[in-house]
């Protein structure tokens, strides 16, 4: 069984009305009130402050696919989606629409998922107000037992459905319902996944439909979170009650189904699926048993703890032996963790080409063999625990600017796995006690108990063939493998990291604060530029981001593919002095990170860190600029990666969509897009170390860092790393040539067929617009953008039921000159291509001859200002788009001043005029992206 996604990893909840800290020695978060109602329904709130004044509430149904019976397959999911086709005071096809007028965005805050145990309703409130929250409570009780389930609106929505289970057929999920087939046969796994059966989806009657929703959804199986701004939680606790109180169950509450048994006994057993278009194939070694279940509590969580420290020294050996010299696998992961209240997964898996197999499987083999054997060193040790004692710091630092739109969906997750809601703080403490006195022989003990038993599966999936027995072969690889003894792991010393002195401490020659924006602005000697912007938005998290050269704007003629090629291998190569491997080790204890792009107009070097480790987080990228490692075990990891990745390209629609026509709307320049493999299996570390000599050590750079920092202290890191360097150049090359990218003319449509066995394609239409530089006509078309999208979910969604996910958006260059597009996409069945595009497009210029009516523009507007107000308060926005490069682009700084102001006067005869400029059907550029036919 390939290890299960962590989409699917939500465990369940029970019936029964008691809080998991009731019965536990772990403390709740102290600022969480839980309540219950006396029919069952339970509820907790927690005052969380960012951002101000919003609320995320979430309503979560102990309700998934297991419920289902055999001809309900898809049920849960279907219920999911009926739940916004109308109820009690909300009428079918006005839900959306309501709340778009109420500041919320369908997808973005109103949303929904279902799983094997869950069903969640999510709304986030743009204002913590009480009539938003009693109307966000009113349509939460309408989804527990007030939904209309109206005949036409069921039959409406199956197309709808069934575009979204087209959506989700893949080589992977294929590979993944196999592995449960195999790994779980006498479970009601294997036919219960979510999304259902075509059969059932085209048959299930509106009887089936109530039935199941009177039988499952019961106040019992309820619980509503509320996390938000609130000032006044007694309040919030009135509108629950208000809302709630009186809802009964249709009937008695019933009993959650037998999900089957863990098959004993079977001995080493082994199955080979065959995928030829998998990427590449995925071997698992795995032992199943009954779940534990055992309360949350300190003891179960040491336990944890203890059993997930031996899986990270595991996979610290296998990310070093996966760019060791003749390699046979790609990646691998030691993992362990209990499912659905069900079965233990005790595991190890690895990915390689398919002649690589049996030198894959025996050593995932040898290594588990190994570690119960032999155990671990003690640099592995106190490497795991640096790490994990990072992390648990990092949460407890940043506890009190969490978002609440992910504390609320953080407490559905701990409630459904019956897990204490704790605060970081507490949990800090915890596990700074337990690892005091925690030995590496607990977890070398913890690792050998999983691993006793006979009971072990070998899955393998992916583009590889058997000739004869295929289970016999993978068992007798197996135990070859177990035949031969292993020797224990080498003992290693952690070393010092050799990157702490880079020369005189720059001085700063100019120096200016931005007042408005609290942005400070500071040019070293060395011409090094700085700009630092302390924000409140993420406590204890600094972003560095080092933009340097011309990015893709400077890539080497007659190279195709180096683009992709740097962006694999340059931190992969690690330092001159350390490996990556190395590195990871030294800085353990530290929150650095490392990341390495190739951007439109610069290369960007980043990182993110903490206030008190800043200094080391400029150290390690200063060393990158002057010590590249360009190791060859980069190199090796690159090329191992690409018959994977071509896989995906050549396909998958998602791979064409990626390569071919990223290519054919950049007009086929050779930045965009991938050459053919035998084009990128020449690219080398010697052209990437030659492409970026100048770049790392002479051109121009801009440092932005934004966060939880104060702009002295950042100011004295720079000087003793970035600007201690060798002076640089002042300014950038024009590029004027190349920032030349043309568009493709319309009216055009493009049919791309590609080989697969999955029958979906893509249509993607494009409208060539402008680029960024007229911010005004920019923000204007992506609000235009957001009413295209509107009148396309209306029509060919609801009305048509022809799609899952329309996609509409606009795109627009601050490098490339006078370009732009506005698209949309849709992944539909291939028949439907042709048919869709020519929707589309007409639906688009319906849109240019107008009118956008006042409603169609107060529900794009709305939800698009809520988004614009979320995104100031989100460092990701002043780093990626206003602390960037502001000294070589002072005119992002009167973008980010003018903002608010700027999408709050846009009007309709605006959009209206940009409509009619660029959405006539003579300028679309179409794109199918279409299976071919079999013959």
């Known amino acids: ?460 999936g992916g583009n590889l063939k058997l000739e004869g027995d295929a289970a016999e072969q993978i068992k007798t690889v197996y135990n070859d493998s177990k035949a031969k003894p292993v020797e224990a792991p080498v003992q290693e010393e952690t070393a010092a990291f050799a990157y702490t002195e880079f020369g005189t401490p720059g001085k700063i020659i100019h120096q200016a604060v931005e007042s408005d924006l609290e942005l400070t602005m500071a040019t070293f000697e060395n011409n090094v530029r700085v700009n630092i912007k302390p924000t409140p938005f993420e406590k204890g998290t600094v972003r560095v981001t080092l933009n340097f050269g011309g990015g893709k704007l400077s890539t080497p003629a007659g190279q195709q593919g180096i683009i992709p090629f740097a962006q694999s291998t340059f931190i992969m190569g690690g330092l001159k002095e350390h490996s990556v491997d190395d590195i990871r080790r030294i800085f353990a204890s530290k929150s650095v990170g490392t990341d390495f792009s190739v951007g439109d107009e610069a290369f960007m070097l980043s990182g993110r860190t903490t206030p008190a480790d800043l200094e080391a987080q400029l150290q390690l990228l200063t060393a990158y600029m002057t010590a590249p490692g360009y190791r060859e075990e980069a190199q090796r990891q690159f090329q191992k990666n690409l018959e994977p990745m071509y896989v995906q390209l050549q396909h998958t629609a998602e791979g064409i969509m990626a390569d071919k026509v990223v290519a054919f709307i950049h007009s086929d320049d050779p930045r965009f897009g991938f050459p053919p493999i035998t084009t990128m299996q020449k690219r080398n570390l010697g052209e990437l170390a030659a492409w970026l000599q100048k770049p790392l050590t002479e051109e121009y750079l801009e440092v932005s860092i934004v966060g939880d920092v104060e702009p002295k202290a950042v100011l004295d890191a720079v000087a003793k790393t970035l600007g201690a360097l060798p002076k640089r150049a002042a300014e950038k090359p024009k590029f004027e040539k190349e920032r030349s990218v043309p568009f493709p003319q319309g009216p055009v449509t493009k049919d791309m067929p590609f080989d697969t066995e999955i029958p979906k394609a893509i249509a993607a239409m494009y409208w060539p617009t402008n680029d960024m530089l007229d911010i005004k006509r920019t923000r204007r078309l992506s609000l235009l953008g957001s009413v295209l999208d509107d009148r396309l979910r209306i029509k060919v969604r609801e009305e048509l039921g022809e799609t899952y996910s329309p996609a509409c958006y606009h795109v627009a260059s601050d490098t490339f000159t006078g370009y732009g597009y506005m698209t949309a996409m849709i992944e539909c069945k291939p028949e439907q291509a042709a048919s869709i595009t020519e929707l589309v497009i007409k639906i688009a210029a319906e849109v240019a001859e107008g009118p956008i009516t006042d409603d169609e523009f107060e529900r794009a507007q709305k939800p698009l200002m809520t988004q614009v107000e979320q995104m100031r308060r989100d460092n990701r926005y002043w780093s990626q788009n206003v602390v960037r490069n502001p000294q070589e682009h002072p005119e992002r700084i009167e973008w980010a001043k003018n903002m608010l102001t700027d999408f709050q006067g846009i009007t309709k005869e605006e959009l209206q005029g940009l409509a009619k400029e660029f959405l006539m059907a003579n300028r679309a550029v179409a794109v199918k992206v279409l299976p071919k036919e079999k013959k």
Not at 25 to 53: C, H, M, Q, W
Not at 389 to 402: G, I, P
């Open 1 to 460: 069984m390939i290890r299960l996604t962590c989409a699917l990893l939500l465990i369940c909840l029970s019936a029964a009305a008691e809080w998991p800290h009731e019965k536990s020695d772990l403390k709740p978060d102290p600022k969480a009130t839980f309540g219950s109602l006396e029919n069952g329904l339970r509820y907790v709130i927690l005052p969380n402050a960012e951002p101000p004044g919003r609320a995320s509430i979430r309503i979560y149904m102990d309700v998934g696919s297991l419920m289902e019976e055999d001809d309900q397959q898809g049920m849960a999911h279907y219920l999911e989606h009926m739940a916004f086709n109308g109820s009690r005071h909300f009428p079918g096809g006005e839900m959306v629409e309501y709340f778009q007028r109420l500041g919320m965005g369908f997808g973005a805050d109103t949303n929904a998922h279902t799983s094997f145990k869950e069903t969640v309703y999510m709304l986030e409130l743009p204002k913590v107000e009480a009539s938003m929250l009693g109307e966000g409570m009113q349509l939460f009780r309408d989804y527990l037992d007030g939904m209309a389930l109206g005949e036409k609106d069921i039959d409406k929505e199956r197309g709808i459905i069934l575009s979204e289970k087209l959506s989700r057929d893949s080589i992977d999920y294929r590979t993944m319902l196999e592995g449960y087939k195999f790994a779980l046969p006498d479970s009601l796994l294997p036919n219960r996944l979510p999304i259902g059966t075509e059969e059932t989806i085209k048959t299930m009657q509106r009887s089936r439909f109530v039935e199941f929703y009177n039988k499952w959804y019961t106040p019992k199986r309820t619980v509503i979170v509320a996390v938000g701004d609130f000032k006044d939680v007694e309040a919030v606790k009135a509108e629950i009650e208000k809302n709630f109180k009186d809802a009964k169950p249709v009937g008695t509450d019933a009993e959650d189904p037998n999900l089957g048994k863990i098959s004993a006994g079977r001995g080493l057993i082994a199955k080979l699926h065959t995928e030829m278009e998998a990427k590449a194939v995925d071997i698992s070694v795995e032992m199943l048993r009954p779940a534990k279940n055992k309360p949350d509590s300190v003891a179960t969580r040491r336990e944890k703890m203890v059993r997930d420290l031996a899986d990270e020294m595991i996979n610290q050996r296998l990310s070093k032996l996966a760019k060791a010299e003749n390699a046979p696998f790609i990646s691998g992961e030691s993992y362990s963790y209990e499912y659905l209240e069900f079965v233990e997964v005790i595991g190890i898996m690895g990915q390689c080409a398919p002649d690589q197999w049996k030198a894959t499987l025996t050593l995932l083999e040898s290594e588990i063999r190994r570690a119960v054997q032999h155990g671990f060193t003690d640099a592995e040790f106190e490497e795991a625990k640096a790490s994990l004692l990072k992390t648990v710091e990092l949460r407890a630092a940043q506890a009190d600017s969490r978002k609440s739109r992910d504390l609320a969906s953080g407490l559905v997750s701990i409630l459904a796995a019956k897990k204490v809601i704790t605060h970081p703080a507490d949990d800090l403490a915890r596990v700074k006690e337990a690892l005091a006195s925690l030995k590496k022989d607990e977890c070398h003990a913890a690792l050998a108990e999983t691993w006793k038993g006979d009971d072990v599966q070998i899955f393998v």
